[in-house]
């Protein structure tokens, strides 16, 4: 058996203990704005944080987890114009009680969220978050307001080998549960 079968034969075994792995230490939940028309969004883009993965494999290991599962809900990047919301995350730290930054337009005066125009304003948390816990937000450009935030806690370490397949797989348990579901219709009396 050559070297190339065998690593064929190896990979997919590595990617299902890496998923195993998170599935039994990883938490994930999700918050987001229940005045939020999610229905409306169609166009998305990324918007750099402070805090994103150090190791180049984690950082395209997650944005093309997550385009890849936007796509196939039907959202397209926004190319040459504002998008109906943009897409960020970040990365925890080593240290367990790492500083996170949450945007819920306190307006501190200290925006947070780099390259886009009407940047919400955020302010600094302590937080006892995990080191290795990845934090995806969803930002409504309109409002400069965070709609949408998904958290795997203790997903990955940057630093292990397969820290890129474990990035890839919180990935998609977060930005699977987007878009939230629609609220239930009032009934008619």
């Given at each position: 058996?050559?070297?190339?079968q ?54 395209q ?37 790492a ?7 306190m ?25 290795g ?45 987007f ?11």
């Open positions: 058996m050559s070297t190339f065998r690593l064929l034969l190896i990979a997919p075994l590595v990617f299902l203990t890496a998923c195993a792995t998170i599935a039994t230490t990883a938490t994930t939940r999700r918050d987001y704005d229940r005045n939020t028309d999610f229905a409306k969004y169609k166009t998305y883009a990324w918007v750099g944080t402070k805090t994103q993965a150090t190791s180049p494999a984690v950082d290991s997650i944005h093309a987890a997550v385009d890849k599962s936007l796509t196939m809900h039907g959202y397209k990047k926004a190319t040459g114009k504002t998008p109906d919301f943009y897409v960020a995350y970040h990365v925890t730290g080593p240290k367990a009680d500083h996170h930054y949450t945007d819920w337009n307006n501190t005066g200290a925006s947070y969220y780099e390259g886009w125009p009407n940047n919400p304003d955020t302010y600094r948390i302590l937080s006892p978050a995990h080191a816990t990845l934090i995806l937000d969803v930002i409504e450009p309109g409002r400069g307001a965070l709609v949408w935030r998904g958290v795997a806690t203790s997903a990955f370490d940057e630093k292990a080998k397969d820290s890129a397949d474990k990035a890839t797989v919180a990935a998609n348990m977060l930005i699977g549960m878009p939230p579901p629609p609220a239930p219709a009032a009934k008619k009396q």
